[in-house]
């Protein structure tokens, strides 16, 4: 199970491949943000923040603390990965 609401305009919003529309800012916010489906468009990869600190945990795209996948999140994740993988093809460095 993942996030289907992510607070993440790409995928919030309707994809240009499935419509040729201009959404503006206010429609993005206005229609597309506040909706209560599942993104149109799924993030594969991306973490977001996570449960509270009573491990509750609700998908629900506004609240942005638990739902919003940024680079200070992603990027200690990363470094950690990266490092476990170079250690793992023998790199000492």
């Not at 609401?5 to 790409?10: E, F, L, S």
């Not at 995928?11 to 491949?17: D, F, K, L, P, T």
């Not at 206010?26 to 509270?52: H, I």
């Not at 739902?67 to 250690?87: D, F, K, Q, W």
Request: charged share 20%; net charge neutral; aromatic share 10%.
């Amino acid at each position: 199970r993942y996030p289907q609401q992510a607070h993440h305009r790409g995928s919030s919003i309707v994809s240009i491949y499935e419509t040729t529309a201009k959404v503006s800012c206010t429609e993005g916010f206005m229609v597309w943000f506040r909706r209560q489906a599942p993104n149109p468009n799924e993030l594969t990869g991306a973490v977001v923040g996570g449960p509270d600190r009573y491990d509750n945990f609700e998908d629900y795209r506004a609240d942005s603390c638990k739902l919003e996948p940024t680079t200070y999140i992603n990027a200690p994740l990363v470094g950690v990965l990266a490092r476990l993988h170079s250690i793992s093809m023998g790199s000492t460095t």
